[in-house]
């Protein structure tokens, strides 16, 4: 009987992202306070001078675990250039591409709200830039609609704040939660509910 064929060694590369990965996990679960470098090593399986052969420090680390999710950025190109189309269309376009990319990714919010309690300025600002050009598109949209009469005057900061709020708390109630009172109405259909809300608060009866 052979013996086993032995485990393939991984190059430099394969070592780093699997480092990365796991952090990636950890940091999502515990922030970047709770996790240590025992822990980190203890679950890739390697020792403390292979992963500081990689990464300079923990906050090496957590850096290149945010470039790897900013490698990922929601692109909303092909929802926003698409030709006669309306407000509504792009809206309901624009939100859809950001559900999924945080339902395909939860660890990004588990990260993002872990940073706000943390009070990391770097984490803090690479989330707010995630929400960027959703926020800047509803406000421009918003004060032209506003400018033509096809919807009633407001605050456009505000209108953008309260929607954007909404949508976050569909995601945090099917990311976060194990279990949710809306356990049976799926994470489109709220989205959608929500959406049909908001047009009608902002469009004159």
Aim: glycine share 4%; proline share 3%; net charge negative.
């Amino acid at each position: 009987m052979q013996d086993a064929s032995p485990t393939k060694r991984l190059s430099a590369e394969e070592r780093r992202t699997s480092i990365i990965e796991v952090a990636k996990h950890l940091f999502a679960r515990s922030g970047f306070h709770g996790v240590s470098i025992d822990e980190i090593v203890k679950e890739v399986g390697v020792s403390p001078a292979i992963l500081y052969r990689h990464f300079k420090s923990k906050d090496e680390l957590y850096e290149s675990v945010l470039h790897e999710f900013s490698c990922t950025r929601e692109s909303y190109v092909e929802t926003v250039v698409a030709e006669d189309i309306g407000f509504e269309q792009v809206l309901r376009g624009m939100t859809t591409v950001f559900v999924n990319s945080i339902i395909n990714q939860p660890d990004l919010l588990k990260m993002e709200m872990h940073s706000q309690l943390e009070g990391n300025t770097a984490s803090q600002e690479f989330f707010l830039n995630r929400w960027k050009s959703f926020t800047d598109y509803i406000e421009y949209n918003l004060s032209e609609l506003i400018n033509h009469e096809k919807i009633k005057p407001m605050n456009v900061e505000a209108a953008s704040l309260i929607y954007q709020g909404m949508i976050r708390e569909v995601l945090l109630l099917k990311c976060l939660r194990p279990t949710d009172r809306l356990t049976d109405m799926p994470i489109d259909e709220i989205v959608d509910e929500i959406i049909n809300l908001f047009l009608k608060i902002i469009t004159p009866a």
